[in-house]
């Protein structure tokens, strides 16, 4: 098997390396061959400098200047070039947006060039539903992101460097930096319904969702598509959005390659912020004292945990023993320090190659990531195996485009990526490799700093013990020493290869601006995870505080071998598209219209639930402009899923949009302030058929059991777990969006979007069904009804104050807010003050007590505080207030939340409930780039946030009663009468080991977790032009960058991060970069 697996990797870099050599000699073989172009150059040659700018004057920087396809360079940031040309030569200055110009050279060594805005360039730009479109024309709301400013992350995850770019789309890191387990959770407008909100996810025009693992130098734009305009030609897979990846194409002119380093150096945002090992035990007194219970440790225990050498003398020849057994025996452990690196180290390669010429154009891109593990593990040498959390990705793209013919073009695009996962096996209970992670941490939390170890001691210290073995700790059933080290480990490696094959034929010989074109993609995806599991002997310890001793008591004999296990999946896709497009104008009258098919299959083998998937359908659009000044567009998704039953399996979306480009009116063109004005409108209906792993809902769902229970005598039986439902159909979303593009003075642009969405026939249960013997479960049916409306803002600044400066300023803000309308929920009882707590409400609502703040500090602070509210009292206006009594998990005590009556029944129970805060899906994101260009400085600054965001903190790293005692740095200032006394700063309720009426879902732990995050920051020297010509670089880039490095929020803890909501998932990594980018 190894000798394969080596063949295999040694295949692959072979043709790597093949292709990247072979494609630039192939583009070069249209126009010449190389030692042509050498013999040419040497035939008389001359050197031409020159500068190029807008017509505004101001320098363009990236121009490609060429004479041939095999000479060319770039301006610099002044906008200057150099080249040196053959005799006769003619120059070709190329770029974006620009009208291209060729100038003759004849004996010139000067030439300054203007370049003119082409328009028409800019408007192709556009990349839309199975298509583009002219800027001009786009009515529909679409928010764009480009290459550059994705690669000033850090995250080798595409989707966590979109957070806080595009306006509408929220990215959070919920999961945390786990290599290879980075995931992010995507909304766009927020959610509307409780099923799948994740956006359809099309990577060059294929339903992809490996976004994870694209590397930013091979992205050209990423577009997110946000009304029914834009998504209606996806039909039932458009309800949730759409995000468009377009990776980079070459073009036209000399071969260039790019070449990429970046080093990081990654540690944790946040970390649980310990204490000692003597102020862990005093506040595990402080809560037994609480509780009335006799307090845990003695102040012998608490005073040789501050002082372990306490009482020895100096002087005894055994000192130096005695000193070892002591700091043995009272340890002070910092846990997560020992476990966890401060610092582990991130690397990342990428190198491209691009070009082409009339008849080929390529893109080649091959990058390496590596992600080195932050754990402290034992040598490879001594455990026989590696349980390091780490990741390496080898990444690689082809992107080729042949012009066959003057009328037909052909393109290939080829993906794969093979990625490494390691980490250790740490624990025994089920769940999934991200999981084994999470547990690590638990356990991590979960340790008391006096714990004793984490292995026997060797035999220095004299006891009769074998030394080495784990030491099994009594607050938990597992070491984190020993889940790292001792427990096996999991090496997962995945596999990706996605083709796409087709081509456009352009059929001007039946009408100008018809073509069709095709399309054939296939991706496969393969997953292995090899695990070793071992359980090794273990000992449990007791400590004689009175005679100084620690005794060892083997708890566990087992010397285990490490047990081999290999499991994995494997699974595949088909889609194939072809479309019928038109596009032509008639004097003012530009006309468009598309209709497409499309054909899905994919299928997985070795997972759960892996009957293959099949969906069809077709698309069409109808685009009509008069004088680039009214704009219609009509949009069709017609396609099906066997989600459902036959009858309900194909549905009808349409969507209408109109647009007025005021600006082109006569009372407004060439008005100098206001140079583009567009209003939009758009209405539409779109589908989802994501229902999660339920597959064919509308049949009925039975298990067989072989042996029945005493009521059918012990035969087998055959049981209807939940009832199908044939008129199910997908959801159904009905958009509304209204817009206004404006652009002043040629420097601001400003975009705005209102938009209305009732998602309806969502997916559930019927809450209003009684429930019946022998039907566990009621059938899906299409209940519920869910109104989202919101807006977003853009607003872009760009401007150059001379040749030397310019300043860039890009912002969006997003706000959204979803209501429940109708969700077959049964009413509680007379008394509740909220009888529902589902509709009326956003989704996920959280419920909770409403703490009585009108003390100043809502705890019962006096005895005859607490007296007055439990038995009653009457006041000096002679007004009698009942006394109020908790049914809750105890009874209030001082130091305790005092909560509000809300339905004035004297008792606190679940009638009190009210909403508490926002839902776990902020209603508000937003960003903030800036970038600075000074000569060859240049510095960018970007602020990424969220809002109106809230979730409960509760369990292992917020409550202190988790084990026996999980004590951080704000539980040092938990309530006691003695701290309310002396009027000191109060942060958490009164201690307890247990549950108390406290710790519950209250105003106090669903916590506000808004923040505002320093994304990036990043400073970038590039080297003078002239200098590096004379080695053959075009340009040289060096810089620094880092990423998450501040974050302000409004957390009661200061130990977990905003986007998570606990301390026991792996933490989100702030990074600190150097790296260097070069151009040939």
């Known amino acids: 098997m190894k000798a394969t697996g080596r063949n295999l990797v040694s295949a692959k870099v072979l043709s790597l390396v093949v292709l990247l050599s072979a494609v630039p000699y192939a583009a070069f073989s249209g126009n010449g061959s190389l030692s042509e172009v050498s013999e040419s150059m040497q035939a008389g040659t001359q050197t031409v400098s020159g500068t190029v700018q807008d017509q505004d004057g101001t320098p363009l920087i990236g121009v490609t200047v060429t004479s041939s396809p095999s000479n060319g360079v770039v301006t610099d940031v002044n906008g200057k070039f150099t080249i040196k040309v053959p005799s006769g030569a003619e120059l070709t200055f190329n770029y974006l947006g620009y009208k291209t110009v060729k100038v003759k050279v004849g004996t010139r060594t000067t030439i300054n060039v203007k370049m003119e805005s082409d328009a028409q360039q800019l408007e192709e730009q556009v990349v839309v539903g199975y298509g583009t479109q002219k800027k001009v024309s786009v009515v529909a709301a679409v928010s764009s992101v480009n290459s550059k400013e994705l690669r000033q992350s850090s995250s080798p995850n595409l989707a966590n460097a979109l957070a806080g770019r595009l306006a509408g789309l929220t990215s959070l890191q919920s999961g945390g930096s786990q290599p290879g387990f980075d995931d992010a959770d995507l909304y766009l407008r927020g959610a509307s319904t409780t099923n799948g909100t994740r956006p359809l996810i099309l990577i060059d025009g294929v339903p992809r969702d490996n ?613 077959d929920e049964v009413p509680y009882a007379d008394g509740y003050y909220y009888q529902y707590r589902t509709t009326g409400q956003s989704l996920n609502q959280t419920f909770g007590y409403k703490i009585d703040w009108s003390n100043g500090n809502g705890y019962f602070n006096t005895q005859e505080e607490l007296d007055k509210y439990t038995e009653g009292y009457v006041d000096e206006n002679g007004v009698e207030h009942k006394g109020i009594t908790y049914n809750l998990s105890t009874a209030p005590l001082l130091g305790d939340f005092k909560y509000i009556d809300q339905n004035g029944d004297g008792i606190i129970d679940e009638k009190d409930r009210v909403p508490i805060g926002y839902t776990n899906v902020p209603r508000v994101s937003y960003g903030l780039n800036v970038s600075l260009n000074y000569k060859w400085f240049d510095f960018t600054v970007f602020l990424q946030g969220v809002g109106k965001y809230s979730s409960y903190y509760s369990g292992q790293g917020v409550n202190e009663n988790i084990y026996q005692g999980t004590f951080f740095k704000y539980h040092k200032t938990a309530w006691t009468a003695e701290r309310y006394a002396a009027g000191q700063k109060i942060t958490y309720p009164r201690l307890s080991t247990g549950e108390t009426c406290s710790k519950i879902q209250n105003d106090f732990f669903v916590m506000d977790r808004a923040f505002i995050r320093l994304k990036a920051i990043e400073l970038g020297y590039t080297l003078p032009s002239n200098a590096l010509r004379a080695i053959g670089i075009n340009k040289l880039r060096v810089y620094f960058r880092g990423d998450n490095l501040v974050t302000w929020d409004r957390l009661r803890t200061s130990t977990t991060d905003p986007e998570q909501t606990d301390q026991i998932g792996y933490p989100i990594v702030k990074t600190f970069n150097f790296g260097f980018n070069v151009t040939f």
């Open 211 to 823: 976004i994870r693992t694209l590397d930013a130098n091979e992205v050209a734009t990423v577009s997110v598509l946000k009304d029914a305009a834009a998504t209606a030609v996806y039909g039932v897979r458009g309800a949730n959005g759409v995000i468009l990846i377009t990776t980079k194409r070459g073009e036209v002119g000399q071969t260039k390659l790019d070449i990429s380093f970046d080093q990081s150096f990654q540690a944790f945002t946040r970390e649980p912020e310990r204490v000692d090992s003597w102020e862990f035990m005093t506040l595990r007194n402080e809560a037994n004292r609480n509780d009335g219970m006799n307090e845990e440790y003695s102040g012998k225990m608490i005073s040789r945990s501050l002082n372990p050498l306490m009482g020895l003398d100096p002087n005894d020849p055994d000192y130096a023993l005695k000193a070892a057994r002591r700091h043995y025996m009272y340890p002070n452990h910092d846990w997560y320090r020992e476990i966890f690196k401060k610092w582990s180290p991130q690397s990342r390669v990428n190198i491209n190659i691009s070009g082409g010429t009339e008849k080929l154009q390529y893109f080649v891109n091959a990058s390496y990531l590596h992600q080195g593990g932050n754990l402290h593990t034992e040598p490879k040498s001594k455990l026989g195996y590696d349980p390091q959390a780490r990741m390496t990705r080898y990444s690689f793209r082809s992107n080729l485009d042949y012009n066959i013919t003057k009328n037909f073009k052909a393109f290939l695009n080829l993906g794969s990526y093979i990625e490494k996962v390691g980490m250790p096996g740490t624990t025994t209970y089920g769940g999934d490799n991200k999981w084994m992670i999470r547990d690590l941490i638990h356990c991590t939390v979960g340790m008391k700093p006096m714990t004793v170890g984490p292995t026997t001691p060797d035999a220095s210290l004299g006891y009769d013990v074998i030394p080495d073995k784990v030491i099994r700790p009594v607050e938990t059933d597992r070491s984190p020493f020993e889940s790292v080290n001792r427990k096996g480990y999991r090496d997962e490696t995945r596999t990706n290869l996605n083709a796409s094959i087709g081509g456009e034929w352009n059929m001007t010989f039946i009408t100008k601006g018809l073509s069709l074109k095709g399309m054939a993609s296939f991706d496969a995806v393969a997953n292995t995870i090899l695990g070793g599991d071992i359980t090794e002997m273990s000992f449990a310890t007791s400590v004689d505080e009175d005679n100084d001793q620690i005794y060892f008591a083997a708890d566990r004999e087992l010397n285990g071998t490490l047990s081999l296990s290999k499991s994995g999946y494997t699974n595949y896709t088909v889609n194939l598209q072809g479309s019928l497009n038109y596009s032509r104008t008639f004097g003012k009258h530009d006309v468009g219209a598309m209709i497409l098919v499309q054909r899905d299959f994919w299928e997985t083998n070795g997972a759960p639930l892996n009957m293959p998937y099949n969906m069809m359908g077709m698309a069409a659009r109808v685009t009509y402009g008069f004088d680039n000044r009214y704009l219609l567009d009509a949009n069709m998704g017609y396609n099906g899923s066997e989600q459902f039953s036959p009858k309900n399996r194909f549905g009808f979306f349409p969507s209408f949009a109109v647009g007025w480009v005021v600006s082109n009116e006569n009372f407004l063109k060439g008005n100098k302030v206001i140079t583009n004005l567009k209003l939009r409108a758009s209405y539409g209906k779109v589908g989802s058929d994501k229902i999660g792993n339920n597959r064919f809902l509308y049949l009925d769902n039975h298990t067989y059991s072989a042996s029945g229970g005493v009521a059918v005598g012990g035969y087998g039986t055959i049981n209807e777990n939940r009832p199908g439902n044939y008129n199910l159909q997908w959801e159904v979303s009905k958009k509304q969006n209204y817009g206004i593009d404006l652009q002043l003075w040629s420097d601001w642009s400003i975009t705005f979007d209102y938009f209305i969405e009732q998602r309806s026939k969502i997916l559930k249960t019927q809450g209003m069904a009684p429930q019946f013997a022998g039907v566990p479960q009621w059938p899906y049916l299409n209940l519920g009804v869910v109104d989202n409306s919101g807006y977003e803002l853009e607003i872009n600044y760009n401007k150059s104050f001379n040749k030397d400066l310019f300043l860039s300023v890009k912002g969006n803000f997003s706000y959204n807010h979803n209501k429940v309308k109708f969700w």
